[in-house]
């Protein structure tokens, strides 16, 4: 499995080396991490420098990514992209903004999710599916998955912030998921135009989400924060 096969054409996809955790960070960068332990700041590093590597392939100079207020990585003009890391894996996501509207990408270790944290991630709905299926996919941790790639490509178009249930997820055993049913600032009509992907393999599992043309009415339609 090649993890570019998750998105659609024109989204490039790097995932970082061992190398990454030592490479170089412009000045703007490292002010982001100058008081993060020693493992947070390497991971940022890989992130940057898999980033890097991608806006290459796009055609874009090696620039600096610095984070926001908010921390999420600030893209040059006319990029669209989404970082994401766990344990033992660091993945960038770019593509050129006038093909791709937001992206959004996640990854952790396939391993259950605990418990206790189902019923904060899972909504009445999506327990009932994933406790019913037979197969042996980690559907809690897939929702848990799928729901922080959407997230990620929700908020640069909103920024607003969502929780696990203002958003609920129909899956596609074949490797699709759909946001459906919705609450809070996230209506259903603002999420007709986002589509999704899942694979796994022994280690990981992954989640896309993207939307590739932003809806007429989205400017007006779509809630702000201050």
Do not use: N
Not at 8 to 37: F, I, K, Q, S
Request: aromatic share 10%; proline share 8%; net charge negative.
């Amino acid at each position: 499995m090649t993890l570019d096969t998750l998105f659609p054409p024109g989204v490039v996809v790097e995932t970082a080396r061992d190398a990454d955790a030592d490479a170089p960070l412009h000045e703007d960068e490292a002010a982001c991490v100058a008081r993060a332990v020693p493992h947070r700041v390497a991971e940022f590093r890989q992130g940057r420098a898999a980033a890097r590597r991608a806006l290459g392939r796009l055609g874009f100079p090696p620039t600096a990514i610095p984070a926001g207020v908010d921390r999420a990585p600030q893209w040059p003009a006319g990029i669209v992209g989404s970082i994401a890391h766990t344990e033992g894996r660091c993945v960038a996501a770019l593509a050129a903004a006038d093909r791709i509207v937001s992206i959004g990408f996640d990854v952790e270790r396939a391993r259950p999710l605990p418990a206790r944290i189902r019923a904060l991630v899972c909504t009445v709905d999506e327990l009932a599916w994933a406790d019913a299926r037979t197969d042996d996919a980690p559907w809690h941790l897939l929702t848990f998955v799928a729901k922080e790639a959407f997230y990620k490509a929700w908020y640069p178009l909103t920024r607003t912030f969502i929780g696990f249930h203002d958003v609920a997820l129909r899956f596609d055993p074949a490797g699709v998921f759909v946001p459906v049913a919705a609450g809070g600032h996230c209506t259903a009509k603002m999420l007709t135009d986002y589509a999704g992907r899942w694979a796994r393999d022994e280690e990981f599992v992954y989640a896309a989400a993207w939307i590739t043309a932003a809806p007429p009415d989205r400017a007006s339609s779509a809630p702000t924060s201050g």
